[in-house]
């Protein structure tokens, strides 16, 4: 008969991995040229605006949210203000998804309101906007809001003692209570403000139906009093301070009004707002008013997002190959100036109708001298778009080539475009140091293929390492050096291998704002008009 015995306890684990250490994520910036127009430049040329702050009403509906919030003296804690923020922005974002004028575009909330308005319920049970703190008033107003002079942030010293605010406030003063009040106006008289706003009944249909057509973003050009405290925070300084920062933000939206007023285009597509700056800076290199400054300097942005999409073209094509091509270990140095050989191949390549016959062992200078003539007739924006379709290591060179050729000279244009030109991340130079460096390589004649290799090295490897290791643990490497000296190639994430994002240069944003605020709308037809409001405001800026 089997005896039993007592089976000892067993020790708790010393390390449990509860996930994995690196993050494998693509990136955004691999090769940090979009630092140098988020971080270096935009916040010179269009200060207090950002990326995601698209919708202007949003700067009435924040502040009456503050205002609101104080005046019914709920506790100063951020629970509170961030339950009282994503629950009101859900609610709006249900009667903006209902708004028979608009799609609500940019609402706050959307991806949570709008699957439950398309399904037909009614009444609407309460909810959030989104997981995140403070919601949308956190993730993409609060920043704008405090910079423009209408919010004081969390740490503020107010009152007579200077007592720290420990949550975000509305400054009580006209100009910040006025957005407030004025949005005010347009919810207080609303069934749903009245009986809904401050209860936890489910919410008929009917009721944010009704509220759509008082609340909805696209209904700002149409309420003047909300317009216009929304135009004054935008465009009018809060301090002395502040005229600087202001003044800036008024010429660029002065900038793309006077674009769109020439090109409709402007405001559905950046390659046309590039290229409309760009046009206008070569017709006057030198002016220096009000307008040709601001040209000047927006002017130096566009060709750098030009150059860097030429340069994308570079990098896709290299890393595609390189995972393609590599074995197990990656690729030996003999390797990959093998495959950068294969890759200055464009015997097929076609610009501006021309096939460019090129050869990775003829010179390089002969191939840019037939590429200038064949992109004669394109002007910046085509000549990227031609490199960002092909797609290919030699067009983008080629583009790069070009744009060399086409690159001002420092001392005949405005110092502003020099100044932006110049503008370098920390591990990446800027359109001066791409394209002053590889003219520089060109005077030293080069073959196609040892110029592709030379800027493969000293553009893509060198860089995209160092910008790799710095965002550790999360991995975004595309490639790496291995201690056998082998250079190896990573997918990483969902889409490791495709072009990056070119920056984001605010016109998409501008377009909006401007619009919300009334400086110009759709025809009968769609096509972007300006009112007469925005071509006050454009004459105004510019005649200043």
Known sequence: ?????????????????????????????????????????????????????ERARYFSIYPWMLWQFADRKRPARADELDNFIRRREYELCLAMKLCPHCSAYKAIGGNSAGPRVAAGEDPFARGLSVDSIKGGFGLYYRSPLVELGAVAPTGTPLGPEAVPTPIEVLLKDDRAMSLGRAFHESIRDTEYFQRYERTNDPIPRQVLEDLAERICLCRLPRLPTERDAV??????????????????????????????????????????????????????????????????????????ECMQDALCSVWTSFCRTGVQSQGLDGVTQPELAEMIRGLADGDDLELGGTRLKITPDEPALAVQRRAVAAARGLDWNDVRWWAADQNTAIAGLVTLMVF???????????????????????????????????????????????????????????PHEAIAYSKLPKATFR????????????????????????????????????????????????????TDDGRDFVAEVFER
């Not at 008969?1 to 089976?7: D, H, N, Q, R």
């Not at 993050?23 to 140098?36: C, E, K, V, Y």
């Not at 001392?411 to 020099?418: E, G, I």
């Open 404 to 462: 060399v050729d086409r690159v001002p000279e420092p001392s005949r244009v405005h110092p502003l475009w020099t100044d932006i030109a110049g503008r370098h991340s920390e591990h990446q130079d800027g359109l001066l140091g791409v394209l002053s460096l590889l003219k520089a390589r060109l005077r030293v004649q080069p073959t196609v293929d040892e110029l592709l290799d030379w800027t493969v090295r000293r553009f893509l490897i060198g």
């Open 1 to 53: 008969m089997a005896a039993l015995s007592e089976v000892p306890e067993r020790a708790e684990p010393l390390a449990a991995w509860l996930q994995p250490s690196l993050q494998d994520t693509a990136g955004r910036d691999p090769l940090g040229l979009n630092t140098i127009t988020l971080d270096r430049v935009l916040p010179q040329l269009v200060p207090g605006i950002l990326q995601l702050s």
């Open 231 to 304: 135009r004054e925070l935008m465009f009018y300084p809060a301090s002395e301070e502040a005229a600087e920062a202001c003044d800036a933000r008024c010429r660029a939206f002065a900038l793309y009004l006077a674009l769109l007023d020439r090109d409709e285009g402007v405001a559905i597509h950046e390659g046309r707002f590039w290229q409309g700056v760009i046009t206008q800076f070569l017709l006057a290199p030198t002016a220096d008013n009000r307008e040709g400054r601001t040209i000047a300097a927006w002017a130096a942005l566009a060709m750098k």
């Open 479 to 530: 490639f790496s050096w291995e201690e056998s000296g082998r250079l190896r190639f990573f997918t990483p994430g969902g889409h490791g291998l495709d072009r990056f994002d070119p920056s984001d240069d605010r016109r998409g944003t501008m377009a909006l704002l401007s619009e919300d605020v009334g400086f110009w709308e759709r025809s009968e037809i769609q096509s972007p008009v300006l």
